[in-house]
């Protein structure tokens, strides 16, 4: 692949000879980090890559985005320049993420870009409905405490950052930066023209259960929902895990792994 910003892609995995390549977006509140862990779980030759959005990691001297279309742009812009070298690549994205990464794919595809050989999203509802009172937690209106509480709790969030008032403090402003940029998020009717597989937590409150019926209509080729254990981040062990997943990572002879057109492959996984 050609060399692109570390700052804005940043290589998490490198193989020599890599036959593809994962492309990881990140979700409300969140950067790079959280893909690190992936890289042991890696499937061999294939390099793992993950965008950080303006305003953290090392584009934090930045301004943050300001509104969805802003984000969309950044983000489709990182995808082109790190598959710019060609070569099949999978997009994926969770939560916030999961929308940007289908939006990245619809906007590659009206340029005349290289599409992803697979779209992977999770735990997100399908966007078609526009932003519902569901999908917005957390929510402008939270407390500082209240939005910490809900990272701890639904995400990631370190515990020696709730230790730290400056940590604390930088986490809050970034969850709301992000915040503010999914609440404009809006629909524009379309769909993307690649296989899609959607990944949900059986315990996580914001998915509704008909995420993956709706996502499936939402691509015009073949589309899988898998069901995992645990709430938004599913348990530290699936999360540490997930590419191993995702069958498009593994198909032989470089040929995407697919189910047969409008098939939905609801699997409820240990």
Same mark, same amino acid.
């Given at each position: 692949m050609s060399a692109v910003p570390d700052t804005t892609v940043v290589a998490l995995k490198r193989t020599e000879g890599a036959e593809r390549t994962l492309v990881c977006l990140g979700f409300c509140g969140g950067g790079t980090a959280a893909y690190h862990k992936w890289a042991a779980a890696m499937p061999a030759a294939t390099d793992l890559l993950a965008v950080c959005y303006p305003g953290r990691e090392g584009r934090f001297v930045e301004d943050f985005a300001d509104s969805w279309g802003a984000l969309?742009?950044?983000?489709?812009? /990182?995808?082109?320049?790190?598959? /710019?070298?060609?070569?099949?690549?999978?997009?994926f994205?969770?939560?916030?993420?999961?929308?940007?990464?289908f939006d990245v794919t619809c906007r590659l595809a009206a340029a005349g870009d290289p599409a992803p050989e697979a779209l992977v999203v999770s735990?997100?509802?399908?966007?078609?409905r526009g932003l519902t009172a569901r999908d917005r937690f957390p929510a402008q209106r939270d407390g500082? !405490?209240?939005?910490?509480?809900?990272?701890?709790? +639904?995400?990631?969030?370190?515990? +020696? @950052?709730?230790?730290?008032e400056d940590l604390t403090e930088m986490a809050v402003e970034l969850m709301r930066a992000d915040i503010r940029v999914r609440d404009t998020f809006t629909y524009g009717g379309a769909k993307v023209t690649v296989p899609l597989q959607v990944?949900?937590?059986?315990?996580?409150? @914001?998915? !509704?259960?008909?995420?993956?019926?709706?996502?499936?209509?939402?691509?015009? /080729? /073949?589309?899988?929902?898998? @069901?995992?254990? !645990? !709430? +938004?981040?599913y348990t530290p062990e699936v999360w540490r895990t997930l590419p191993d997943r995702i069958p498009a990572l593994t198909a032989p002879d470089g040929q995407p792994h697919t189910l047969p057109t409008g098939h939905t492959d609801r699997r409820r996984a240990a």
């Open positions: 969309a742009e950044d983000a489709t812009a /990182a995808v082109r320049a790190a598959t /710019a070298a060609g070569g099949p690549y999978v997009l994205g969770h939560s916030m993420g999961g929308w940007m990464a735990s997100c509802n399908a966007p078609d500082d !405490g209240e939005l910490l509480t809900w990272m701890s709790t +639904h995400g990631l969030l370190p515990a +020696h @950052v709730l230790g730290d990944f949900s937590g059986a315990d996580d409150p @914001v998915v !509704g259960d008909d995420a993956g019926t709706r996502w499936g209509g939402l691509t015009t /080729a /073949a589309h899988r929902h898998d @069901v995992l254990p !645990g !709430g +938004h981040f």
